[in-house]
Every structure is written in C-alpha cells, then in structure tokens.
C-alpha cells in the first residue's frame, strides 16, 4: 500500500510539473492598475505583446485604475493563483502604497509572488512650453516669485512622481500645489492642455511630447542623464545636489502561484527584455532595461519599501 502510494504522489507530481512547464495553455491576462497612457502601461504593453509570441498565447492587457494603483493590485492579489491573472506593478504599488495607506484591501508584503523587474524608469520635471522658464533654476526662481500660483499634476496621490515633486520642492524651498490624476496618461493630458504647469513623469511615458516640442523637459530625476534624453541635465546638476529618485516596473503574480510558473514566466520575460528590439524600445523611450531572478526582485521590493518609508515619515508625506 505505501509503495502505490508513493507511486501515485510521485505520478501527481509529474502530472503537475508537466502542465506547468506546459504553462500558457491558454490567453493570459497582465492586469495594469493604472488608465492607459502612462509609463506602466507602455512597459506593459511592450513586454506582452513580445510575450505573446514567444508563448503562442494572447497576453490580454487589462487596465484597472483607481486608488494609485490598489483596485488592479487588489484584482490580482485576490485571483487564482495559477499564472494566468499577473500584475504589472510599480514602486508606487509595491514599495511606496504601503506606508502610505494604512489600511489596504490586501497585505501588500504578503499577498504577490514576485516574478521579475522589468526597466528602471527615470523621470523627467516637465513643464508645458507656455511657462517662461528654459531651465531648472529659471523655474525655481519663477515660482519663488509667484508662490502658490503654480500646479503640478501627478499620476496619483503617494506615487512615485507625487514623492519625486515633493522631494524637489522640499529641496528647493519651493510651493507648488498638486494636483493629482488617476493615472499618468490624464496628468500628462492636462499638463499638455495648460491646466497645470509642473508634471514629474517617466521619461518613458512622456519622451514623445517632449521630442514633438509639445512639453519642455527641464531636468531628469536620476544620478545620470538619460541617454534617450542626452541633452537634459539632472536635478542634482543643477538646483538639488543629491537629488536621485526614480521609477520601475515589474511583474508580480498572486502569492499561492506555484514556484515552476513563477519561474518560467520569469526566465521568459528576461529573455524577452534581453532581445535586443526590447532594449532598444525601451532605451529609445528613456527607460533602462533591467530584468532579475524573483528573490532579486523580491529585494528591491522591500529596500525601496524601506527607503520610502523613512522618506515619507521624514518630510511628514501624506495623500491628503
């Protein structure tokens, strides 16, 4: 009896490990918790798209925006955890949210799988081509002449950009009002349409306004230029030494997802970014390609969760 026994765990066990390395059987839904338009979603739609073919499956992008990035993050952490609903989340949903709301919908340390980083995503201080200010420190000084005159649009209250225009104006010793959106699509519509003056976006998600004339990018956010943007100094060159906060994405599936799935998606997708079509549109667009193991990914999660966190209780950050 026990010999059958075994021998049936171990036949279940091969059954199993065979439908996984089979894995997609069929379409796969990368749900992004943001509207269209945004950095997120461009990644998103880059990396499924390429996914797609290398499987020989759909990969449906579905956008589920609303509460800086919870309701998609929440229809993720709460679906089956077979591979086939994943998550492209952000360091606002992954490492920025959970100091900021207190109460979620879901334990966001607990609740996804994480599979792989997709691109470090530097942003770039934006303002619309009718502000008369051709740098940096002409804004700075534009706005100290004009204080609260002057509003900046966000892709949502405690997101990466709403900290990265904090942390700028704490640096600055300047007063402009945010304004945020559900989304970087919608704040960057209303930055081009002249409602605000300020956006920190993804050069990703903002480099085709900026290369059409469209927007006026005055500084990027990282330690180094961004060579799609060669021309656009960093902030800390110029009005803020030091200065150094930007995006990524990634891709996340439900906690409970069996570890061969979590794999094979993650040895596909750093195939899929080390093509090198992938790392030139990604470099093209102003992001920097960066794939890793899942441990890998799980660190950066959690060191950017514990320097937000501090940075967020320093300077008394909240998403009134």
Same mark, same amino acid.
């Given at each position: ?16 490990? *065979? !439908?996984?390395?089979? $894995?997609?059987?069929?379409?796969? #839904?990368?749900? %992004?918790?943001? +509207?269209?338009? =945004? &950095? ?122 709403? *900290? !990265?225009?904090?942390? $700028?104006?704490?640096?600055?010793? #300047?007063?402009? %009002?945010?304004? +945020?959106?559900? =989304? &970087? ?123 937000? !966190? ?11």
């Amino acid at each position: 009896m026990k010999t059958l026994l075994t021998a049936a765990g171990l036949l279940l066990l091969a059954i199993s490990t *065979l !439908a996984q390395s089979a $894995f997609p059987t069929r379409p796969v #839904t990368l749900i %992004v918790p943001f +509207p269209p338009g =945004g &950095g997120t979603d461009t990644g998103a739609r880059i990396i499924a798209q390429k996914l797609s073919v290398r499987w020989g499956q759909p990969v449906l992008i579905d956008n589920k925006g609303g509460a800086s990035g919870q309701i998609g993050s929440e229809f993720v952490a709460k679906s089956k955890p077979d591979g086939y609903t994943i998550l492209m989340g952000n360091i606002g949903t992954q490492s920025i949210n959970p100091s900021l709301y207190p109460k979620m919908m879901y334990d966001p340390g607990n609740a996804f799988a994480p599979v792989s980083l997709v691109a470090d995503l530097p942003l770039a201080m934006m303002i619309n081509p009718g502000v008369p200010a051709k740098t940096a420190k002409e804004f700075v000084a534009l706005v100290k002449s004009h204080p609260g005159q002057f509003n900046y649009s966000s892709s949502g209250a405690g997101g990466g950009p709403h *900290l !990265a225009a904090e942390m $700028f104006k704490e640096a600055t010793g #300047t007063f402009v %009002v945010h304004v +945020p959106y559900r =989304g &970087g699509g919608p704040a960057i519509s209303d930055l081009l349409g002249g409602t605000v003056q300020l956006s920190f976006m993804t050069v990703l998600e903002a480099i085709g306004h900026i290369r059409a004339g469209k927007l006026r990018a005055l500084a990027v956010t990282g330690s180094q230029r961004v060579s799609a943007l060669p021309d656009v100094p960093t902030l800390a060159e110029t009005v803020a030494p030091g200065f150094n906060s930007i995006s990524w994405i990634g891709i996340l599936a439900p906690a409970g997802t069996p570890a061969a799935i979590v794999e094979k998606i993650a040895v596909d997708v750093r195939e899929v970014i080390a093509s090198a079509d992938v790392k030139t549109r990604l470099t093209e667009l102003g992001g920097i390609p960066h794939s890793t193991s899942p441990s890998e990914f799980a660190q950066i999660i959690e060191s950017d969760r514990k320097r937000y !966190a501090k940075i967020i209780k320093d300077r008394g950050i909240t998403v009134d």
